[in-house]
């Protein structure tokens, strides 16, 4: 099985090693040619204009959003989460989203400056009993969800783990961890959509 | 209250090096204004340095450079979602805390200002905001990293617009780090003799074949194929001082050194990030540059 890691900018290397470490191979996707023959997409931390207006630029998000309509697993760390979201707070006020596609509104940068940034332990009860170390950094908060997002894991009472049919998003980066049960799981979520389609991860 | 928070842990190494993971592949550029950070953003940097003056024209002044003025740093903050890096003279650790006191993103311990001590660096582990320092060669990278740096850029020669500096300091660094990564587990005791770094850091470059923090270049690049030319060699990634500002359109130069930073396998696109980007910055010869004018000497 493949499952891409885009690669336009980012801790795109960190991803690529959790997924090789899973047995799966982990091309980078720069262009839309290279989306095709994958089961899914890992988007990472990064700087999430940059990688947005890089995106557009080469017709890579088009061709992304094309492939999510019909159902194409993608799960975003970060900045990965900033470009799903279809609403972006930022100090500006309320940007239209990048791709979109995930029912959430994040505020960037909305856990503090770097100083502020931590590590932590998240419950996550579908990853098992122990909690899944993670590190936040300069990370996304998920202010709002709709009712078709679920909520898979919290720092304190917010959400900060989600998933909605096909995608799923952090507001931590489990690829700066050891822990490799964040992407078992979307390589679990990958694994159905290759062999029953879409269908099988609709909410 | 605190009962009911999940452990935040702060200022870890985790959180310090993490930073500087998710610049990779990016460009960092020099800004003196508001309005610089801002067209830097809107061309694609993923982190401003915020400074008084470009290195080209701390040169051009001369006297002592020291950390840019508060009221410059908070307006540059506040004008930018992306990260703020700020620089501090070497061994200034006040400079230090008042840059991590105003909440900059990361500080750039930084041989373009001026030195304030001429035997010691900082002290880095006793900070929460995380450190890039410059470097030539790997003894020095291993050093500064030995100290707390959480990034490392070699250091080319600042302000000059001329790449062949850090074109030597990447090389150099890079065949040093093959070195280590041929010689025999015996060897790397007299490797870590001859570089001046502590044997543990020459071991975690053996094992990792790279350094252990996120390396990016600095110092002299100009043009969109400067930038190719740097990340091709393998640096992570790229800073420009005075390579944007310093040139006759900088939003263009900007938005084509991201791309070209981007696709730096791709000499098409290269080309045509290149043309019509206007004049680059005016580059300087090194043999007309007198010793002490050379920055890339201050540091140790």
């Keep these: 099985m493949r499952i891409g890691v885009l690669a336009i900018q980012g801790d795109v290397r960190e991803h690529r090693r959790h997924l090789e470490r899973l047995g799966v191979d982990a091309p980078e996707v720069r262009r839309p040619a290279e989306l095709s ?6 988007m990472p931390g990064g700087e999430s204009s940059t990688i947005g207006m890089l995106m557009t630029e ?67 009860s579908v990853l098992g009993e122990a909690p899944v170390h993670v590190v936040f950094i300069r990370a996304p908060r998920i202010v709002t969800a709709g009712p078709a997002v679920h909520v898979l894991g919290r ?39 290759l062999q029953d389609g879409a269908a099988s991860l609709a909410t | ?137 790997l003894g020095e990278a291993l050093r500064r990293i030995a100290e707390g740096a959480a990034m490392i850029r070699t250091k080319g020669e600042p302000g000059t617009g001329n790449v062949v500096e850090a074109v030597r300091h990447l090389r150099t660094v890079l065949g040093e780090i093959r070195r280590v990564t041929a010689a025999p587990a015996e060897e790397l005791g007299t490797l870590a003799k001859e570089f001046g770094a502590p044997l543990e850091l020459v071991r975690r470059v053996k094992e990792m074949g790279r350094l252990p923090v996120v390396h990016f270049v600095a110092g002299g690049i100009a043009t969109p194929a400067d930038a190719a030319l740097m990340m091709q060699l393998g640096a992570d990634g790229i800073f420009v001082g005075s390579g944007i500002f310093k040139s006759q359109n900088p939003a263009a130069m900007a938005r084509a050194i991201v791309r070209a930073t981007l696709h730096y396998n791709d000499p098409a696109v290269i080309a045509e990030v290149s043309e019509s980007v206007g004049q680059a910055m005016p580059g300087l010869e090194m043999s007309t540059l007198a010793q002490s004018d050379r920055m890339q000497e201050r540091g140790w």
């Design chain 1, 58 to 124: 080469s017709g890579l998000l088009a061709a992304l959003r094309a492939r999510m309509a019909e159902g194409f697993p993608v799960y975003g760390t970060c900045a990965g989460m900033i470009l799903l979201a279809n609403r972006v707070e930022g100090s500006r006020g309320t940007s239209l989203s990048w791709i979109g596609g995930l029912d959430v509104t994040v505020a960037r940068n909305a856990y503090g400056r770097q100083v502020q940034s931590f590590e932590a332990d998240i419950p996550v």
């Design chain 1, 37 to 42: 023959g994958l089961a899914g997409l890992i």
């Design chain 1, 155 to 193: 720092l304190d009472d917010e959400a900060v783990l989600v998933e909605q049919g096909p995608l799923l998003a952090s507001s931590f980066h489990p690829e700066l961890t050891d822990d490799l049960r964040i992407h078992r799981y979307f390589s679990a979520k990958a694994q159905r959509f």
């Design chain 2, 1 to 137: 209250m605190a009962q009911k928070m999940n452990q935040r842990e702060q200022g870890t190494a985790g959180v310090k090096t993490g930073l500087a993971e998710m610049l990779k592949g990016g460009v960092i550029m020099d800004v003196t204004t508001p309005e610089q950070a801002v067209i830097a953003e809107q061309a694609g940097a993923v982190a401003v340095m915020a400074l008084e003056r470009v290195p080209a024209d701390i040169r051009a002044a001369g006297g002592v450079a020291r950390m840019a003025d508060p009221a410059i740093v908070k307006a540059i903050n506040a004008a930018v979602e992306i990260p703020v890096m700020a620089k501090a003279r070497i061994g200034h650790f006040v400079e230090a805390q008042v840059l991590e006191a105003l909440e900059v993103d990361y500080i750039d311990e930084s041989e373009v200002l001026t030195p304030a001590d001429e035997q010691y660096h900082i002290d880095k582990w006793n900070f929460n905001v995380p450190f890039v320092c410059g470097a030539r060669n």
